[in-house]
């Protein structure tokens, strides 16, 4: 697990929150409201899909910012008009989380089984770190 977590609030724009994750250099980050505790995610997926193809780019990226894109040739104008887009706006509401006590079993079910690439730990509320696909195939690479 990765910690301390990087965070950002829900009022933030999503232009914060990518140049926060840049900065960082991590693939997502936490949104936290005013007390510090877990409302949601928000992943470099939600920027950059993985799949290129249309009919994803509308379901993800394009309802994740609450814009209509007429045809490709206009990304330069959604990502323009959507920067000040509210975090609170683009985030997952219900990604996974774990506790500081979830099995690593369960966990890798979560990332693996679930298509999770990110997966917060969330003790009492609040943040406490993040596991990624990488932590565990750090575990593979590590010796006894």
């Not at 609030?9 to 877990?38: Q, T």
């Not at 995610?41 to 309802?63: D, I």
């Not at 959507?82 to 979830?102: E, F, H, I, L, W």
Request: glycine share 8%.
């Amino acid at each position: 697990m990765s910690s301390p977590v990087v965070t950002i609030s829900a009022d933030r724009p999503v232009s914060d929150a990518a140049k926060l994750m840049l900065e960082k250099g991590v693939g997502s980050i936490v949104v936290v409201d005013d007390a510090g505790e877990y409302v949601g995610l928000l992943s470099e997926s939600k920027y950059l899909p993985e799949e290129s193809v249309l009919p994803y780019l509308r379901q993800s990226v394009l309802r994740i910012l609450g814009s209509e894109l007429g045809d490709l040739e206009n990304i330069e104008e959604v990502i323009h008009s959507t920067r000040s887009t509210p975090v609170g706006d683009a985030m997952q509401k219900y990604a996974n989380t774990v506790t500081p006590d979830t099995p690593l079993s369960d966990v890798a079910k979560i990332l693996v089984g679930e298509g999770s690439h990110h997966l917060p730990v969330i003790d009492g509320g609040k943040p406490v770190g993040m596991i990624s696909r990488h932590d565990l195939l750090t575990l593979f690479a590590e010796t006894d």
